[in-house]
């Protein structure tokens, strides 16, 4: 599961991201000082950061320096200084992104799943899930017996939801990354590489599924 670091010393600001991140299939841990998440990092796995600037003792710029330094992990730097000189400071601190308080948490939410794509593109050639591998730079699922060969696009959704387990996906991500923005189809063409995605998975790797979480989208987790 993807884990999300969020640092505030807003204890609610946390507490508001936290919940919607969770609902959203994200794993968070949370801090409320530069020095707490600096600590925290050092027995933590964390794939993305959200840092508030104005903390106490060390600001949201010296702490992304410091995580972008040692763990070379994205970071987005949530905040309600809003002048361009900051926003500067903030790319040139090696922030990903830098979104203005007051915010909607969807475009919070957009901004994290953007920027862990282009993370995945480079970090993820191979996906080891469950019992099966998925080889992106050969196109090849492989079980413990055998490699099988999928059609293009139902490869590319089971790579895609595998590239962050738990992690719920929607219809449209869905279609933006494997067919791309400029999709004339509708939903029902996810809906039928799920469908046939979860055959195959049923016989293949029954370890894992793809379950659908209602109003919202899919995901791919181990069976319990």
Request: charged share 30%; with cysteine.
């Amino acid at each position: 599961m993807t884990r999300i670091l969020v640092v505030d010393d807003d204890q609610n600001m946390v507490k508001f991201v936290q919940i919607e991140l969770n609902r959203f299939g994200y794993e968070v841990v949370s801090a409320y000082s530069g020095n707490e998440a600096l600590l925290l990092m050092r027995t933590q796995k964390v794939d993305l950061a959200v840092i508030d600037i104005m903390m106490p003792e060390i600001n949201g710029f010296e702490v992304t320096k410091e995580l972008k330094k040692i763990y070379e992990i994205p970071v987005i730097l949530l905040t309600a200084r809003h002048q361009i000189e900051d926003k500067e400071k903030g790319f040139k601190s090696g922030s990903d992104d830098y979104i203005v308080k007051p915010f909607e948490f969807k475009e919070l939410l957009f901004r994290i799943q953007a920027i862990l794509r282009r993370y995945d593109k480079h970090q993820d050639e191979i996906i080891c899930i469950g019992s099966i591998k998925i080889d992106g730079r050969s196109y090849e699922v492989q079980t413990a017996s055998e490699t099988l060969m999928l059609p293009l696009k139902e490869f590319e959704v089971l790579r895609l939801l595998a590239s962050r387990p738990k992690s719920v996906f929607t219809r449209d991500q869905i279609i933006e990354s494997v067919w791309g923005i400029n999709y004339a189809g509708d939903d029902q063409t996810v809906n039928v590489h799920i469908k046939r995605i979860r055959n195959r998975l049923s016989t293949w790797a029954p370890d894992l599924q793809i379950t659908t979480v209602r109003g919202v989208g899919y995901k791919l987790e181990g069976v319990t």
